[in-house]
């Protein structure tokens, strides 16, 4: 029964050494590939009552879901959407956070051909205007909350593709005025729903997601993934997450990341494990434990930003003994939360580096020792190389940056079509016939890559070239640091100088004093490079956050450099 899913996808899934899988891992694409029909219905052949989703929220409420129930429920919302005109093609956004209802829609999406847009529950009313009519959505599907309803009801005038507004709101036979009550609408329909066939069937190669993504320029750029997207996380789930036949999988994303995407969803029930959703109200980290505990999670993944604050807790007062493997992605990992992780758990973790544009493309594999701070070696499908401006190879210990060779031509399983509607965007990701992450790293002798940052982030300070990464690093080695971002900011003499923004740790006695900002300089100075000390340094309360936990650094930027404007 171990692997009977995969087996149909990928035609060897043991491997004896990281080369061996590097060199040697294939994925097999059927050309009618469906997600709804190929993954959760063939699995209620294969294996009966076979758990797919564990669901709890922070009002004590919690359901499971067999990959018979997710069938069903996603054949009742086929049935619901094709009742009201909903086809394939049809463009439906999804501001559903982690209710339950967001996987069986996705499911539901996927078998109609309708393209999905996950979106994130904070965005604003301007967001959403320009989300909406770039996209040429048609319908919005939100669980009920007052902000973002009252962002939607305030857009629709300036949206007209927008057909059809749904709410899935916990409170029966009431629905607002104007609203679909969604779930009403699905419940009241039959579960059976044949796979389309002729103009109306799915193939692999249509499109199946759009994600908004942000830049450093511009407004942010639709990422198109195909129908074939979610074997690409087979990397992602199997040998990075190491996710187990049966298991319990828990990765702490919003479902308007493709972080969801990557652990909360298509590898880890290609690979057959269920998955853990807790939809929590905001991050609380003891709140988190208890859940992991309760739950018995067997595996986990989570930004660097929660490991950072569960490192804080106590963690004595939890059993994690559940847990089997540990690893992160989103942002870099400073080693000194890798060597406080481990020494509390036990766990190494294992990080991993993509984009809302790809599934894994660098990990530490599960034939790799991670060394702290690396976001360890190239995924088997992926011909990663590091570049110089002229898309040169670089020498080993030098900067470059992360690219896929020849991917234009010749796109690996699980890369974006690109970006719709953006030609110059597309010709900057694509030039040279390469995919260009606009990341920089470099290779150690090992083979082992360390992330550097985004081009754009690099800090050019009187002729240096300083990586963010590296002065957090050496930043979080001090015990009054809990958190803290480097940032670029301007300075007339300069050109640009490192900022360190800070969150000290609290109840242990540290105030932001001017000695203790001269002090953490000071420390930065003898860890690392001297020329790489933060000249300034701003003591705040909390760094502003995207929802999945990264920090957004460009806020900050962004900040400084209003200021001096």
Known sequence: MKDALLKRFAPRLEFDSYEDFKQNFTINVPENFNFGYDVVDAWTEIEPGKRALVWCNDAGEERVFTFDDVKAYSGRICNYLTSLGIRKGDRVMLI?????????????????????????????EKDLIYRINAANVRMIVIAEDENIIGHVENSVDRCPTLEYRALVTNRDGVCREGWLDFRAGFMAMPEKFAR?????????NDPMIIYF???TTGMPKMVLHLQKYPLGHILTSRYWQQVEDN??????????WAKFSWGKIYGGWLSGTAQLGYDMDKFVPEKLLRVIEKYRITTFCAPATMYRFMIKEDLSRFDLSSIHHCCMAGEPLNPAVFDQWEQLTGHKLYEGFGQTETPVLMANFKWITPKPGSTGKPSAIYNIALVDENGKE???????????????????VGLTAGYLGDDAANEKLWRGGDFHTGDNAWMDEDGYIWFIGRVDDVIKCSGYRIGPFEVESALMTHPAVLECAI???????????????????????YEPTDELRKELQNHVKKVTAPYKYPRILEFVDELPK??????RRAEIRHKDNWRTE
């Not at 995207?546 to 920090?551: A, E, F, L």
């Open 96 to 124: 559903l956070k982690r209710r339950w209802e967001y996987w069986m829609t996705a499911v539901a999406l996927h078998k109609l051909g309708a393209v999905m847009i996950p979106a994130s529950f904070q965005l604003t």
């Open 394 to 412: 670089v020498e080993i210990g030098e900067e470059g940056e992360i690219v896929i060779r020849g991917a234009k031509d010749n796109p690996p």
């Open 213 to 215: 993504t942000s830049g």
């Open 247 to 256: 298991g319990l999988h828990l990765t702490v994303s919003d479902s308007g």
């Open 546 to 551: 995207t929802v999945s936990g990264k920090i």
């Open 196 to 204: 389309p066939k002729g103009e109306a069937a799915v193939k692999a």
């Open 487 to 509: 940032t670029a900011a301007p300075d007339p003499v300069r050109g640009q100088v490192v900022k360190a923004t800070v969150v000290l740790v609290k109840n242990r006695g």
